[in-house]
C-alpha cells in the first residue's frame, strides 16, 4: 500500500469557520471598529456603540467583526472589564429576536428554559443578568437582513432603544450590524434608522491582486511549502474576482483544488486542480455551449485542451496554442484557419466564458496574448470535444 | 427552622437525583428539573424546598424564571460534591 501523500499542512485553516489572525487589506477597517468601541475598555458602563459593517458576500465582513470580537475580548481580560463578544447570525436563528437573545443569554446561562416567555422579557432577562454580573456585550448581528424581514423594525428598536428604558443604570449592550445592502435599513423608522446610521464600516470588493495576497496567506497556514504555485494562487484569484470579488469563494476554491491534488497524487496543486474545483462547484461547461461551436473552434478548443493536459502551466501564448491547432487539423484532414479569423474564434470563445484571453505587453516587441482554461477541466473538455467531433464524422 | 437529619435528607431517592442532576447542569429551572427526574412540577417543587431549606441549593429569579443551582458556600454542599465525585469515580474503576 502506498503512503498517503497531502498538499495539506493543516486545511482547517481553509474552514469557513476559521478566522485568521491577519486579516490583508482589511488592516485600516479593523483599526476602525476598534476605534469605535475604544470607549469599551476604558468606561463601559458610560456609552453604548451601534455599528453597521456592510459589503458584497466575501468581502470579509463576518471574519472583520469576529477578529474584532477576538481581541476586543482579549484586550478587557487584560484591563479586567467584564467584556463579552457574542456573534450571532440571524439567518441561522431564522431571524427571530426570541432565539437570537436566547442564544446571548446562553452565554451566561447555558440551561436557560427555551420557553415559557416572549422576547421582551427575554430582553429584560438578559439586562439582569448583565447587570448582576456587571458585565457588557457586543452584540454582534450577522445577516442582520434576515431580522429585519422577520421581525420587521420593532425588533431593531427594542435593541437600539433599550438604554432609554433604564435611564439611570449602567450601559450594557452595544450592537454591530453585518449586511450586505443599506436598503433594509430604509425599512425601519426614522429614529431607530439614525440611531443605526452614525458608524458605517463599508467593505469595498477585494481585487484581483488583493484576493492573490489574501489566498496566498492562507495557503502558507494550509498548505506544505511549495505546494501551491504563484500561477495557480493567481487562477483562484481570478476565478474569485469573477464571482464578484468573493474570497471565500476563493478559499473554499483553494481547498478544493488542494484535494483534487491529493485525489491525483500530485505534490502541488496545479492548474487543472482549479478548474476541476471551479466545475465542481459551478456547472462550468454546458454540453449545448460546445455544440454550437464551429468546427474550427471545437478544433482548436480541442488544442488547447491537449495543450492544459499535459502543461501544469495555468495560461499558454497564443502561438503554442495556434501551433497545437494545426496539429489537431491535420489529425481531421483540414486547414487551419488563418490567424487573424483564430484571433476572432479566440474571442468569442472567451465571451461565452470557456476560455480566457490576456493581452500582454512584451518589452519592446509589442504585445502578445496568454490563453487559459479558468473554469473546466482540460481532460473534461477534450473529452467532451472528442465524443462532439466523432458525431460530426458520422 | 430546624436542620434536618442526614439519613432525613439523603432517605430521598429523588432528592439524591436532584443533586446528582444539579451537580451535573450547573442550573435548572423547575420544569427543566422535574422534566429530567420523570416527575411532575409539584413534585419536584417540594424537594427542592426541602433542600433550599437545609442550604444545599439556591435559587435565582429571572423574571419569571427560578434558576435552582448548588450553593457553593455551603459545606453541606461541598460534602454532597465530594461525596457524588468519589462514588461515580469509584464506580468507573
Redesign the interface.
Known sequence: MSHYRSVFKDETRLDINYIPYALPHRESELRLLKEFFSFALQSPEKMTQRVIITGDVGTGKTALSQRFGTEIAHEATKKSVNLYYVHVNCREYRGSLFLILQHAVSVF?????KR??AAE?LL??LM??LDEENAHIILTLDEFESLVENEGGEAVYKLTRLHETRPSKPQRLSLICILRDLKIIERLDASTRSSLQSNIINLQKYSKQQLVDILAARAVLAFKPSAVPEDTLEMIAENAFSENGNARFGIELLWRAGKYANADELDTVTAECVRKAVSSIVPAMRRSDLENLNLHEKLFLLGVARIFKQNKNASVTLAEAEQTYAVVCEEFNTSPVSHTQLWKYLRSLSAIGILKADVIATGTRGRSTNVSLPRIPASELEKELDNLLEDEKT | MIAMDLEDIFSSRLRMKTLKLLDKMHELNVSGIAHRLGVNYGVATKHLKVLEEEGIIQHKMFGRIRLYRLNENSPKTKAVQNLIEVWEHANKQ
Not at chain 1, 446561562?109 to 428554559?113: A, E, L
Open positions: 446561562h447555558p440551561n436557560f428554559p415559557g416567555y422579557e429584560g432577562m439582569q443578568m
